[in-house]
């Protein structure tokens, strides 16, 4: 990783040093570089004693070490009646230990400058900490300690079920929370733990149980469901020799198999709609489940979707933003999960150009899935992400986070090595085979909040599919 953060170093350090250096004729246009080549090192991998995997990547240009325990269980694996009990658990862990209370792990971790972040999403849950080298062992020993020994105090996860009922009900007032909800609700439905709330709802969190946070981290917060990656100043052996100490009492067992539906497919264009009366303007949402994140399409599409609507530059944002002023912002995005993820096309647009906006989403999707996207735009959206590629590993902590997708998602561990030549090879025609693949928009879903009382009339009239009123939940009310 070093050799491949200095190469990228260096090759910047060359273009401007060329710049500055050479007499600039403006009205030639500089040659294309050609790709960069990207030299990873190996990854080093150890295994500690109770059998968790370490992945280590020597960054020695800086005291600073970042590590990112991944495990393999999200919300993915929340119980039907228990949505939010991955992001509860995350939440919980660094509540208490056996020998330390919430208050004493912040303030030991703040002596030292130490950061403990602990996340759970769709596909994974992570824990992770940077420190300085020269206080590692003693960031190491709480790290362990909030991972091996939580206790989960009932005090504390009462006061964090207090915050969470408060906060669904914000979202409840959101329209733009609520849009997106609801949309994820509708295109997954209530079977798919793609379509429920991560964060929970007002029932599972009300009924959650204490005793749920600890048989959830009992069955999955195990050695041999997560893999420990460590990037910054630190050589494998050393670390090794702490680890196996610290983590000696945290065991191994069987993981409960989780199965998960099939994502639902999507046979005509429906569309749903939510009143939030006087609301300052309406959410669009447009969309449907689309693609895993192991499918051979996922360089294509990702740069078909940033030249429709995954950069400032892009087809939508330019249309309904800069062209027509019917929003401050128009973007469209494919969620790369385990599964296939949503593909969304979204904006928060003016209310009395709601019909309008939908009428320019739908141009945009439908052109590019029949004529894909320009030969200069497939050049400049393949620079926009090259040009972007190196920030990913300006820091170890990034590092780590950009290696929790090989180990989640199981990826080749030459992934970034050929990320730039990947992209690079993606042809229009490629492009243009997906898009026609993923923006059938007959197919999609439309759900629209906003001031009913003046919007539906004119969402009526362009006759997009079968109307569907919802309330704030996604629920499909009764006419």
């Given at each position: 990783m070093?050799?491949?953060?200095?190469?990228?170093?260096?090759?910047?350090?060359?273009?401007?040093?060329?710049?500055?250096?050479?007499?600039?004729?403006?009205?030639?246009?500089?040659?294309?570089?050609?790709?960069?080549?990207?030299?990873?090192?190996?990854?080093?991998?150890?295994?500690?004693?109770?059998?968790?995997?370490?992945?280590?990547?020597?960054?020695?240009?800086?005291?600073?070490?970042?590590?990112?325990?991944?495990?393999?269980?999200?919300?993915?694996?929340?119980?039907?009646?228990?949505?939010?009990?991955?992001?509860m658990?995350?939440?919980?862990?660094?509540?208490?230990?056996?020998?330390?209370?919430?208050?004493?792990?912040?303030?030991?971790?703040?002596?030292?400058?130490?950061?403990?972040?602990?996340?759970?999403?769709?596909?994974?849950?992570?824990?992770?900490?940077?420190?300085?080298?020269?206080?590692?062992d003693?960031?190491?020993?709480?790290?362990?300690?909030?991972?091996?020994?939580?206790?989960?105090?009932?005090?504390?996860?009462?006061?964090?079920?207090?915050?969470?009922?408060?906060?669904?009900?914000?979202?409840?007032?959101?329209?733009?929370?609520?849009?997106?909800?609801?949309?994820?609700?509708?295109?997954?439905?209530?079977?798919?733990?793609?379509?429920?709330?991560?964060?929970?709802?007002?029932?599972?969190?009300?009924?959650?149980?204490?005793?749920?946070?600890?048989?959830?981290?009992?069955?999955?917060?195990?050695?041999?469901?997560?893999?420990?990656?460590?990037?910054?100043?630190?050589?494998?052996?050393?670390?090794?020799?702490?680890?196996?100490?610290?983590?000696?009492?945290?065991?191994?067992?069987?993981?409960?198999?989780?199965t998960m539906?099939?994502?639902?497919?999507?046979?005509?264009?429906?569309?749903y709609?939510?009143?939030?009366?006087?609301?300052?303007?309406?959410?669009?949402?447009?969309?449907?489940p689309?693609?895993?994140?192991?499918?051979?399409?996922?360089?294509?599409?990702?740069?078909?979707?940033?030249?429709?609507?995954?950069?400032?530059?892009?087809?939508?944002?330019?249309?309904?933003?800069?062209?027509?002023?019917?929003?401050?912002?128009?973007?469209?995005?494919?969620?790369?999960?385990?599964?296939?993820?949503?593909?969304?096309?979204?904006?928060?647009v003016?209310?009395?150009?709601?019909?309008?906006?939908?009428?320019?989403?739908?141009?945009?999707?439908?052109?590019?899935?029949?004529?894909?996207?320009?030969?200069?735009?497939?050049?400049?959206?393949?620079?926009?992400?090259?040009?972007?590629f190196?920030?990913?590993?300006?820091?170890?902590?990034?590092?780590?986070?950009?290696?929790?997708?090989?180990?989640?998602?199981?990826?080749?561990?030459?992934?970034?090595?050929?990320?730039?030549?990947?992209i690079?090879?993606?042809?229009?025609?490629?492009?243009?085979?997906?898009s026609?693949?993923?923006?059938?928009?007959?197919?999609?879903?439309?759900?629209?909040?906003?001031?009913?009382?003046?919007?539906?009339?004119?969402?009526?009239?362009?006759?997009?599919?079968?109307?569907?009123?919802?309330?704030?939940?996604?629920?499909?009310?009764?006419?």
């Amino acid at each position: 990783m070093k050799m491949f953060t200095a190469t990228l170093t260096l090759f910047m350090l060359g273009v401007c040093m060329t710049a500055f250096t050479q007499e600039l004729d403006r009205t030639i246009r500089p040659k294309a570089q050609g790709v960069p080549r990207v030299d990873l090192p190996d990854i080093q991998k150890a295994a500690l004693k109770n059998g968790l995997t370490v992945w280590l990547v020597e960054a020695r240009e800086l005291p600073l070490v970042a590590m990112n325990l991944v495990f393999q269980t999200g919300s993915d694996h929340d119980p039907a009646n228990r949505a939010g009990l991955a992001s509860m658990t995350a939440d919980m862990l660094d509540e208490g230990t056996k020998t330390r209370n919430a208050l004493q792990i912040a303030e030991e971790l703040d002596f030292i400058g130490a950061n403990l972040g602990i996340n759970a999403f769709t596909d994974g849950s992570s824990m992770t900490l940077n420190c300085m080298t020269k206080h590692l062992d003693k960031a190491l020993a709480i790290y362990a300690d909030v991972l091996v020994n939580p206790t989960f105090p009932e005090k504390e996860f009462e006061r964090l079920r207090q915050q969470r009922l408060t906060a669904l009900l914000q979202q409840k007032d959101r329209a733009a929370t609520i849009a997106t909800l609801s949309f994820n609700k509708i295109i997954y439905g209530n079977d798919h733990p793609y379509g429920r709330n991560a964060a929970g709802d007002e029932t599972s969190i009300a009924e959650m149980k204490r005793e749920d946070l600890v048989k959830f981290y009992e069955s999955y917060y195990r050695p041999n469901n997560a893999t420990l990656i460590i990037v910054g100043d630190v050589k494998l052996k050393e670390i090794v020799k702490k680890l196996d100490p610290l983590f000696v009492s945290w065991k191994a067992a069987a993981i409960p198999a989780a199965t998960m539906p099939a994502a639902p497919a999507i046979d005509k264009r429906m569309v749903y709609l939510i009143d939030k009366p006087a609301a300052p303007q309406s959410e669009i949402r447009i969309g449907f489940p689309a693609i895993a994140r192991n499918s051979p399409d996922f360089f294509a599409v990702n740069l078909m979707n940033r030249a429709l609507g995954g950069q400032f530059a892009s087809r939508l944002n330019l249309n309904l933003r800069e062209k027509r002023g019917f929003t401050y912002g128009a973007r469209s995005s494919f969620s790369f999960n385990k599964q296939a993820g949503p593909f969304t096309a979204s904006a928060g647009v003016t209310t009395s150009k709601t019909d309008s906006s939908l009428h320019e989403f739908f141009y945009e999707i439908d052109r590019t899935q029949k004529d894909g996207i320009t030969a200069e735009e497939l050049d400049f959206v393949k620079k926009g992400l090259s040009g972007n590629f190196a920030l990913t590993f300006e820091t170890p902590a990034q590092i780590a986070g950009a290696l929790q997708n090989i180990v989640l998602y199981n990826l080749p561990e030459n992934y970034y090595e050929m990320y730039l030549q990947n992209i690079e090879k993606v042809t229009l025609d490629d492009v243009k085979r997906v898009s026609g693949k993923y923006l059938n928009s007959s197919r999609m879903a439309v759900v629209v909040v906003g001031d009913l009382g003046i919007v539906k009339d004119g969402i009526d009239t362009m006759r997009l599919g079968e109307v569907v009123m919802c309330d704030v939940n996604g629920n499909k009310l009764s006419q």
